[in-house]
Nanobody, 124 residues
Framework: QVQLVESGGGLVQAGGSLRLSCAASGRTFSGYTMGWFRQAPGKEREFVATISWNDGTTYYADSVKGRFTISRDNAKNTVYLQMNSLKPEDTAVYYC?????????????????WGQGTQVTVSS
């Protein structure tokens, strides 16, 4: 069974930084796409960033470009989301997800595996 365990969420002031981690286990992830999504109260879950396990190709939502960086450490089976210049509108539960292949990488419904989520709160 694939398991994704997120950590690193918390409370931070606007302009601050936070680093989220996602520990993946249960299989080899060669050929997989790893993603971060977020959901704020009263809003739909939205795409944040993805990375290809094999070659590190990344995609970002326009709202986080230039501020967030997704990365992975294949030896540790861990995916990271470095969040800088945080804004109150970044407040949400952040979820790690993964799927095989590279198709539909920004569509949450294409991802069968999800972590439990970690809360990020940015105060103004």
């Amino acid at each position: 069974q694939v398991q994704l365990v997120e950590s690193g969420g918390g409370l931070v002031q606007a302009g601050g930084s936070l680093r989220l981690s996602c520990a993946a286990s249960g299989r080899t992830f060669s050929g997989y796409t790893m993603g971060w999504f977020r959901q704020a109260p009263g809003k739909e879950r939205e795409f944040v960033a993805t990375i290809s396990w094999n070659d590190g190709t990344t995609y970002y939502a326009d709202s986080v470009k230039g501020r967030f960086t997704i990365s992975r450490d294949n030896a540790k089976n861990t995916v990271y989301l470095q969040m800088n210049s945080l804004k109150p509108e970044d407040t949400a539960v952040y979820y790690c997800a993964c799927k095989s292949g590279s198709g539909y990488r920004i569509n949450q419904y294409a991802y069968p595996y999800w972590g439990q989520g970690t809360q990020v709160t940015v105060s103004s």
